[in-house]
């Protein structure tokens, strides 16, 4: 079962930074992208940044020279370093799967064919 958990999130003030970490699995970690995710209050969910198998990444406009995304393959594990934070990055963000990640059920190969979420963090930027 594909399983996504964020951590990381909490309070800082404007200018401040966080380190979001999101923990994976139930499938080939490498075998798919991933990308982060935020959705504000009263706003639909956007994507914030990227990074697919080869390891290209991409960033929203809105976070580009402030965020980075990176991945340590070993554990598993998705992050995004946020820095120079402004309030209007507050948000939940949410760490998710492409389609197409390799997972094996009894010693059968599949791929998946939905993006999986993990349940969120919040990220509160006060001025």
């Known amino acids: 079962q594909v399983r996504l958990v964020e951590s990381g999130g909490g309070s800082v003030q404007a200018g401040g930074s966080l380190k979001l970490s999101c923990a994976a699995s139930?499938?080939?970690?490498?075998?798919?992208?991933m990308g982060w995710y935020r959705q504000a209050p009263g706003k639909e969910r956007e994507l914030v940044s990227s990074i697919s198998t080869d390891g290209t990444t991409n960033y929203a406009d809105s976070v580009k020279g402030r965020f980075t995304i990176s991945q340590e393959n070993a554990k598993n594990t998705l992050y995004l370093q946020m820095s120079t934070l402004k309030t209007e990055d507050t948000a939940v963000y949410y760490c998710a799967t492409d389609l197409g990640c390799t997972y094996y059920r009894f010693g059968w190969e599949y791929k998946t064919t939905t993006q999986f979420w993990g349940q969120g963090t919040q990220v509160t930027v006060s001025s």
């Open positions: 139930g499938y080939i970690f490498s075998s798919c992208g």
